[in-house]
């Protein structure tokens, strides 16, 4: 029997055998538009970020994840648009992937608002099996026309939000037209801002991922900010991670971003940990981007 290059098996396995989440990254922790649609515009003017991670650093062919994003509102008032366009490599399997977003907010009084959000988008799969490594040269399975799957998806996003509170819903492929029918990932997002003194704000939060036949993931995260310019934090991620990331405003405008992640599941003695960097520029005027920024 042809062995595969042992890297690919545990990244299988991580993954879980009955279901698969998809790509999670700490770049939620610095923009909830990554992962919910309705997040969309919160900044009014052009907002764009962009990020990379190199997940499980020392084996070949570990998990690579490149995007860009931005969004704003537009005219009429509370309406948003945005894009994102994501790059994922792991193994022999690249996926790639362009999106748009389409948001609305609702004020429903002085303090609280809720909006909703749509992310349809393109979809390429591409499988190159020339990457696979046997235990013999020139196996004819692995020398055949790489496949190419093509695939209309569409993500869904509710976002309910105050001055000191957030908590949102999203599904990242609520709908994916390829024939096959995958179950729905719901992702379940909250945080919760108490100022410690005039200069030291604290943010708890917490992400919850579900799929049918997929083991609920989970983080937990706690985010400390220093006069609204530095924010440090550590998060857990259930059965895979210790996370420590900050994130530093730059002449108010700038921020660049930074997370680790130290594994604790089954790879931890085959990878040096992940690594995640983030640029976000803020195009619009400081007066009209509304306040605060934790989040």
Known sequence: MKKLNVILILILFSSSFFGQHSTLTSNYLFNIFSINPAYAGQRRSLDMTVFYRKQWVGPAGTPQTASIMGSMEIKPKNFSVGFQLDNDNIGFTTSQSAKVAFSYRFKLDKKRKLAFGIMPGFKRTFYDFRKVRTTATGDGAFNANSPTVNTFISGFG?????????????????????????????????????????????????LVRAMQNSPVQFDLNATAYFKE??????????????????DWVIDK???????????????????????????????????????????
């Open 158 to 206: 509710a976002f309910y939000y105050s001055k000191k509170m957030y908590i949102g819903l999203s599904s990242p492929e609520i709908l994916n037209l390829n024939g096959s029918n995958p179950s729905p990932e719901a992702n379940l997002i909250a945080g919760y801002v108490i100022k410690i003194n005039p200069d030291v704000v604290l943010k708890p939060s917490f």
């Open 253 to 295: 405008k700038f921020k660049v971003g930074y997370a680790y992640d130290y594994s604790i599941g089954p790879l931890r003695k085959f990878n040096s940990g992940t690594h995640e960097v983030m640029l976000n520029y803020f195009f619009g005027k400081l007066s009209n981007a509304p306040s605060p920024r934790f989040f």
């Open 229 to 246: 310019d530095l924010g440090v934090g550590l998060a857990y991620r259930n059965r895979e991670a210790i996370v420590a990331y900050f």
